[in-house]
């Protein structure tokens, strides 16, 4: 199962693992981190536009809550980053990279396990991925649960 979805997975991974192994310069960091979140949205809009919407029914609703609470939170979490760079608190930019690394490490497993092997037994995968693969990341857009809350 190779999809636009499942190889955007390793190279999330592999953009913290190249901005992590950087010289630690707060601004060669916030390039790299600007990057991934630019990546990181595009994937998780196509994740909650078609691929969830397709998989009400076939998974547990709770699994998909979780997923969409972990995607607001991991774009927290660069953004977090991204001020401790500013601030030029090098140390805690690395930890808490740490921790988004080890947190879209687990994030993955259980959308590839779960969620993307359902759709392949469903053998609709394939015609999901083609449609997420013609669109782009709308302007402005906010992920399902930073919409919801965004105000309160």
């Known amino acids: 199962m190779y999809t ?3 190889s955007d997975h390793p190279e999330m991974l592999r953009m913290i693992s190249d901005i992590t192994g950087l010289p630690h310069d707060a601004y060669r960091m916030s390039a ?3 990057r991934l979140k630019r990546k990181m949205q595009l994937h998780i809009f196509r994740e909650e536009t078609f691929v969830f919407p397709s998989s009400e029914g076939s998974v547990p609703h709770a699994l998909i809550l979780g997923l969409l609470t972990e ?3 991991m774009l927290r ?3 977090k980053i991204l001020s401790y760079l500013k601030d030029d608190d090098i ?3 690395i930890d808490r990279l740490a921790g988004l690394d080890r947190l879209l490490l687990i ?3 259980r959308e590839e396990k779960v969620i993307y ?3 392949v037994e469903s053998g609709s995968i394939h ?3 083609e449609k997420a693969r013609k669109k782009r990341l709308p302007k402005d857009w906010k992920c399902a649960i930073a919409s919801k809350y965004e105000g309160k």
């Open 77 to 79: 979490m660069i953004d």
């Open 107 to 109: 994030h993955c497993e």
């Open 91 to 93: 140390e805690r930019a």
């Open 32 to 34: 790299g981190l600007t």
């Open 71 to 73: 995607h607001a939170g």
């Open 4 to 6: 636009i979805l499942s």
């Open 117 to 119: 092997m359902r759709l």
């Open 127 to 129: 015609a999901i991925t």
